[in-house]
């Protein structure tokens, strides 16, 4: 068994990163009531449009994290406007048409790219030892840059006006109307800002494990969990609920059985759903 | 209130219809992704079996006006997946060549390649067009245990040719042996998963102790093909002077190995060995050397026996060492290295080991044409089991009826497959590496590397 202190460096550095990906699921979630099922598929589309960045433009590590971004928020902004936009009503259309274009982004780079996986540059190379325990560079590197993102997207929802009229819109949309907000123009911002967020943890989760035509399902599937325990529409409960399942993820896979991984967040979304069906800090919101 | 409380729980409730829809759907897509190494995968949309005709027609120069002789090749989604690919090409390549040199027995051979999708299913079904619509004469391919395993008796009852040129479960052998009149139709042409396990502890008992290696981690992935491979290697590792000090399974769908990783430094072992056979196995290695694990890395990885891994993995694949067949610089025969070059000229890449047990499968059944100068199945059957043939992996006999691996390529180091590849940087140019031969000794292109790190 590995010492404590190595199952908590994993732990906290892996949870930053996934708090960052629910962190763009519950926002869409919680302004726009919808199930956002692309939202693994962005991940990948961002992971690609760094590697390409790399291997078709000889482009660096910031050259490969702004064409993430730049991918995953036209994605977004495109999706919204082509497919979500005249469903936005419609969460269980939504969910469908996530799906389908989720199914078909992962299946144009299974033709394009094969079953292969690939890398991208790390953002630092090189490791360390703390505690005895190896710590590569590049996850400081991802989990310093994860939770700058974190505490940049907090403050913007909840110290700008942005913000406010974020959570206004999340709120009661028809009110945040009447007092002149463009519910359409937040919902359009939120699909890019996830799509964005999603893109740039695409590059991270490359950086780290490899790029691949299915990456994106884990952190869909661990997505929902993460929202589902930390509550909806709430990126403190989206942190939180980051970082327990990050950690049982790690403690089930060195302490009880490495092939467990992956399993053990997925119970725990089934007993908190029927533990604790709100979540932890989630805030049930009237959007009628 | 009440509307609250309604909208509430539709809200909850919605997310977790949401959640079982995509858990349900990803889980779907998994189905038989990359599974063993892999038998391709699932595309998750119903994408209609793929089908493609190449062969006879290209080169006629031999033909007698008799019917072609098919083959059926059985393989992974051959448009996408390395080792679906290198099946398709590899049979395309061997009936090609037969056909330039006059076809076999009079006829021209014709290779007709379906697409198994990597599950059974649509594996049977590509198993009853080939041998109810097309009439093959010859079936080969098949890269997993569950496929292999589900059509044993499929090829028992169209009582076809088949030579399996991916798939290592020696249960398809076993059942040879212990029915033979039944399951006579099944050959192998590559290395069980028991013998490439003989192979691997040839490799150990060598060049561990010259390494200075004592202490052993070995990591496997949880599935048909490989967990005997393992169990068989850990309890000869019993009788060994080495330390097992850590082994352990892990599940096909991981993607972060660092948790085992810790495990392994955490166990002291020098070296860790491993048995990964899936594309996503990958970020095994680049996790390995991302984070300059303080063990070496030799054993079985599949995806890095593609001669392309090392640009793949932007060299992060450097010093890691795998149980392989395919290697540029391999040179098993005569044969092989204008395989390799002629592969290279038509489809652009170097083969990727199911190009070799391809060709070598198509390779062996020619020759056994020749010498029983009949298509009977039965004669074909009593010639194949006697036929000593040099392919392009080396020299080729199969066991016997009455062994254990009936009918299964016998292990023949030194004369044949397996190699143990490493990949080395190019001295010129680190960006790009070799896969240098470095076991067995009649196969040796250049003395193992430290990583840097190690040193």
């Known amino acids: 068994m590995v010492n404590g202190l190595a199952i908590a460096i994993q732990a906290a550095m892996l949870s930053a990163l996934y708090a960052v990906v629910a962190i763009g699921f519950t926002l869409i979630f919680g302004v726009g009531g919808v199930l956002n099922l692309a939202h693994g598929a962005t991940i990948t589309i961002g992971a690609f449009a760094g590697f390409y960045a790399v291997s078709a433009f000889g482009g660096g590590v910031f050259a490969a994290v702004t064409a993430a971004v730049l991918a995953s928020g036209a994605f977004g902004a495109v999706l919204y406007l082509g497919l979500i936009r005249p469903f936005r009503d419609d969460p269980t259309i939504i969910m469908i048409l996530t799906l389908i274009v989720a199914i078909a982004i992962e299946y144009l780079f299974l033709v394009v790219e094969g079953t292969s996986a690939y890398t991208v540059p790390q953002i630092v190379a090189g490791t360390t030892t703390v505690g005895g325990a190896s710590v590569p560079y590049n996850l400081v590197a991802i989990f310093v840059a994860s939770w700058l993102i974190i505490g940049a997207v907090f403050y913007w929802v909840n110290r700008t006006d942005t913000g406010r009229a974020i959570i206004a819109t999340s709120m009661d949309s028809k009110g945040a109307f009447l007092v002149g907000i463009d519910s359409d123009q937040i919902n359009l911002l939120m699909w890019v800002v996830a799509s964005v967020l999603a893109g740039i943890a695409g590059y991270f989760f490359g950086s780290y494990l490899t790029i691949g035509w299915s990456m994106g399902r884990t952190p869909l599937i661990l997505s929902f969990a993460i929202v589902i325990l930390g509550g909806l529409g709430s990126v403190r409960g989206s942190v939180i609920g980051a970082y327990l399942i990050g950690s049982i993820e790690v403690v089930t896979t060195n302490v009880i059985n490495p092939q467990l991984q992956g399993l053990a967040p997925l119970v725990a979304v089934i007993i908190i759903l029927l533990v604790r069906p709100s979540g932890l800090y989630g805030k049930e919101i009237d959007i009628a | ?455």
């Open chain 2, 1 to 455: 209130m009440t509307q609250q409380r309604t909208r509430t729980f539709g809200r909850r409730s919605f997310l977790a219809t949401g959640t079982s829809i995509a858990v349900a759907s990803i889980a779907g897509c998994q189905t038989g992704e990359d599974s063993g190494g892999s038998d391709g995968q699932s595309t998750g949309n119903g994408q209609s079996t793929s089908e493609e005709t190449q062969g006879g027609t290209a080169a006629t120069t031999s033909s007698s006006g008799s019917d072609p002789l098919k083959i059926g090749v059985l393989a992974p989604s051959p448009e996408n997946n390395p080792n679906g690919r290198g099946m398709a090409n590899g049979a395309r390549l061997a009936g090609d060549r037969l056909n330039a040199n006059g076809g076999v027995l009079g006829s021209d051979v014709e290779v007709i390649v379906k697409n198994t999708k990597g599950n059974a299913g649509a594996a049977r079904e590509a198993y009853q067009d080939l041998t109810l619509g097309e009439g093959v004469d010859l079936t080969t391919g098949v890269m997993s245990a569950e496929v292999l395993m589900s059509l044993m008796d499929a090829i028992a009852n169209q009582e076809t040719l088949h030579i399996t040129s991916g798939a290592i479960t020696p249960g398809a052998s076993a059942m040879v042996a212990e029915d033979y009149e039944t399951y006579k139709y099944h050959f192998r042409s590559s290395l069980n998963g028991i013998l490439l396990g003989r192979g691997l502890e040839d490799f150990v008992t060598d060049v561990f102790p010259q390494q200075g290696w004592t202490d052993v981690a070995m990591l496997g992935m949880d599935s048909q093909d490989v967990t005997p491979l393992q169990n068989g290697v850990a309890g000869w590792f019993e009788e060994q002077d080495f330390n097992l000090v850590y082994n352990e399974s892990f599940s096909p769908g991981t993607q972060n190995f660092n948790p085992l990783f810790d495990q392994v430094e955490e166990s002291g072992a020098d070296v860790l060995l491993p048995m990964m056979v899936t594309p996503g196995s990958t970020a095994a290695i680049v996790q390995w050397a991302n984070g300059e694990r303080p063990f070496e890395f030799a054993g079985i990885h599949t995806p890095s026996q593609s001669p392309t891994f090392y640009e793949e993995t932007d060299g992060a694949a450097a010093h890691t060492v795998t149980s392989n067949i395919s290697s540029p610089q391999a040179e098993y025969s005569q044969k092989t290295q204008p395989f390799i070059a002629e592969y290279g000229e038509r489809f652009g890449k170097a083969p990727v080991f199911t190009g070799f047990t391809t060709g070598g499968a198509i390779g062996m059944w020619a020759e056994a044409l020749k010498q029983a100068g009949t298509r009977d199945v039965e004669e074909l059957i009593t010639t194949l089991e006697s036929t000593s043939y040099t392919s392009v992996q080396g020299l080729m006999e199969f066991y016997a009826p009455d062994h254990q691996f009936a009918h299964d390529l016998k292990y023949q180091l030194g004369q044949g497959v397996p190699i143990f590849t490493q990949w080395q940087p190019n001295a010129d140019d680190s960006n790009q590496g070799t896969q240098e031969v470095i076991y067995p000794e009649e196969f040796r292109t250049a003395e193992y590397q430290s990583p840097p790190w190690i040193n």
